[in-house]
């Protein structure tokens, strides 16, 4: 099976790229398996020529910062020895993902469409199937410009199914809107993206697709939400701190990555020995005074029984330029994305393979 499309619903986006994977280890089952968690399993996929487009159909509360279409490389990474891309979207510089086209071996080509489902109520027009808010003709010219720097920015954002003032960051979006230096969107007109439309790409993969559903799509919670406590969530929030490059020069990126890398295994280090109840090394920075803080308060407060002090990191490290989703939807919103997910798929062809997900706690599990 190969060069399929992904269609895949989801609140996440689960475009991680998993440690210490060699391009070897991609095609080892047992090891391959090892390695992968369900955030992390698409572009190990992509890298083995299985996936290459990626329809990623989102609800509208998620945040995750990526272009409506962008096409890039995945590829093996000689000198970390991993698998990595050459996006430079801050999601993938802040995972530490990123290597220029030109370090990347066996590299493999990916599209990435991003397909926001409208926020507004079903309406005539949703069942002729305009679902999304995206301009199709704006996406369309947006792929026949294959370099990545050439894409106009767009700035995806979430937006409830109510409706508000919004920040830049938070609201809804189109492809075909440029943004300003405030953020305030520069709207065009123009055809809504539609599940016909998808067809269309599917059509180009020889209706050869992958059906992939995350239950978290329909509703889901952050963890530093649910498991830690304003105070804690505060804390976390400011050690993990993404700070993005100033442009978009392979200097700055690679100032971006140094600075990340610094942090997150400083970080590591110290949250690794928490675990293991060893001594913790400071550098004596100011970054120690909140680590300091959230340390004590997580000793005298506790987590909860799931979570400890690698399982913070972890969710900590997931920290980039947007808040990880959280929206608890009540029974009416996700009637509504059932619907429009029926919608979808009634126009499509027959997947080739069906994956379903969803999320359980190592408690429910006993």
């Not at 293991?276 to 005074?289: A, C, L, M, S, V």
Request: a negative charge.
């Amino acid at each position: 099976m190969s060069d399929c499309l992904l269609l895949h619903f989801d609140s996440h986006s689960d475009l991680s790229v998993p440690k210490n994977l060699s391009k070897e280890d991609v095609f080892k089952k047992d090891i391959l398996f090892s390695k992968l968690s369900i955030e992390n399993w698409i572009l190990p996929a992509a890298f083995a020529g299985h996936i290459g487009t990626i329809v990623w159909i989102r609800p509208p509360w998620t945040q995750e910062s990526f272009e409506a279409f962008s096409k890039f490389k995945v590829g093996y990474h000689p000198v970390s020895n991993e698998i990595r891309v050459s996006s430079k979207s801050n999601y993938f510089l802040s995972e530490l993902s990123y290597a220029a086209e030109e370090q990347l071996s066996d590299s493999k080509t990916l599209s990435l469409i991003v397909l926001p489902v409208s926020d507004e109520n079903l309406t005539a027009a949703d069942r002729e199937g305009h679902l999304f808010n995206v301009d199709s003709a704006n996406l369309e010219a947006a792929s026949r410009k294959r370099k990545f720097g050439e894409l106009e920015h767009t700035e995806p954002g979430c937006s409830y199914l109510s409706s508000g003032t919004q920040s830049a960051c938070n609201r809804s979006w189109s492809a075909g809107e440029k943004c300003s230096v405030d953020g305030a969107p520069s709207p065009s007109a123009g055809k809504k993206f539609t599940s016909k439309d998808i067809g269309k790409l599917l059509a180009n993969h020889s209706n050869r697709f992958i059906l992939d559903i995350d239950l978290d799509f329909f509703s889901t919670t952050n963890p530093l939400q649910t498991k830690l406590t304003a105070k804690q969530r505060n804390l976390v929030k400011s050690l993990y701190a993404y700070i993005p490059p100033v442009d978009q020069s392979e200097n700055s990126i690679q100032d971006c990555l140094a600075y990340r890398q610094e942090q997150m295994a400083y970080l590591e280090a110290v949250f690794t020995a928490l675990h293991n109840d060893k001594p913790i090394i400071f550098q004596g920075t100011e970054r120690d005074h909140d680590l300091q803080a959230l340390i004590d308060d997580v000793k005298h407060r506790s987590l909860s029984e799931e979570a400890d002090f690698l399982w913070l990191h972890d969710i900590g490290s997931g920290i980039d330029d947007c808040d990880l989703p959280h929206h608890i939807s009540p029974d009416e919103e996700i009637d509504i994305l059932i619907s429009r997910v029926g919608q979808i798929l009634l126009s499509q062809p027959r997947p080739t393979v069906i994956t379903i997900a969803r999320f359980i706690t190592l408690v429910e599990i006993q």
